[in-house]
């Protein structure tokens, strides 16, 4: 006969179970005051430090905000409040690897010529003239690093948002906002700044077109070149 081990568990792993049911089973839900430190220990029958080391995994989760002398509270969970939960993890392993560094290029890549070719399938006028209007306040950046970057950041995102899916627009921004750490000053002083406003007025006319191919086409181009601009620093 096959032996299984029946493996004691911590009593905070019992609490943080038990927590997890009530909130995925809507008992608590978002913007809920969870229950007193007392009330939970009343309930469960366990000491403080159990409870307060489960309600910290729930917080580390996203899943509960907590803040000194008020009540924690059940946070609302959406793609982009998910992501950031890995934010800090993923900057250590970028800046660790540069394997890692290049892996997350060609993911951008993948992931945004795709988003290209939704957003040639999608775009609205008003849409069009957005992504227009980005790229005309980018031009007149030239010259201000930080500033140019932000709204470079801005116009991809816009293209994400265009798909209509939260969790496509969530991804975008984690992506940009991870290599935004390892851009590096050639962009705004090599000349390269009026090259990428090309590039970007490219993209906007394939999409007003509504041609995918020519969106894709024009982003890919767009990112393979740029991509150069991203290394980590030594």
Known sequence: MQTERIIRRKLSDEVLERLLRLISEGNLKPGDAMPSE??????????????????????NMGLVSISHGERARVQELTAQSIIRQVDQAAHIMLSRSSDSLEHLKNARIFFERGMAREAAAKARPEDVAKLRAIVTEQRALLGKAEDFIAADMRFHTAIAALSGNPIYLSVSEAMLGWLNAYHTELLLWSGKETLTLSEHTAIVDAIASGDADAAEAAMVKHLQRSSALYGLKG
């Open 38 to 59: 007392r009330e939970l220990m009343e309930r469960f029958g366990v000491g403080r430090p159990a409870i307060r080391e489960a309600m910290q995994s729930l917080a």
